[in-house]
């Protein structure tokens, strides 16, 4: 990863008809109807998002966009989420829910460019 790259981590989970995808470095959430959808939409969100970052003229401003994590409450569900799918992965299960549903979390990272002030 080049030296101006800055790696997002992400996670998206369905609730009821819709999913939810969220970037927990940049307190960052969108709504779909589609898995694809909402990876799609907080993909194009994170990079305009980190765009308007870096046309910050204020150093202080600039880094405070940057560095502004989720709150506890959606950076546990995260790490929740991660340890399952580990552990779904160890025993080669597909990364469904609970219920059985397929494809209802998903983690996924964006690599974007983020220079650092």
Request: proline share 3%.
């Amino acid at each position: 990863m080049a030296s101006n790259m800055r790696r997002v981590r992400c996670f998206a989970e369905k609730r009821g008809q819709q999913w939810q995808a969220f970037c927990i470095e940049l307190n960052l959430a969108v709504q779909a109807d589609t898995l694809d959808e909402v990876q799609q939409k907080l993909h194009a969100m994170v990079t305009s998002y980190v765009q308007l970052a870096m046309e910050q003229n204020d150093p202080d401003h600039q880094r405070d966009m940057l560095y502004r994590p989720a709150p506890l409450s959606i950076r546990l569900r995260y790490w929740f989420m991660r340890t399952l799918l580990a552990i779904a992965n160890c025993f080669n299960h597909h990364d469904g829910d609970a219920d059985g549903r397929p494809d209802a979390r998903r983690a996924f990272t964006f690599h974007d460019q983020a220079g650092y002030c």
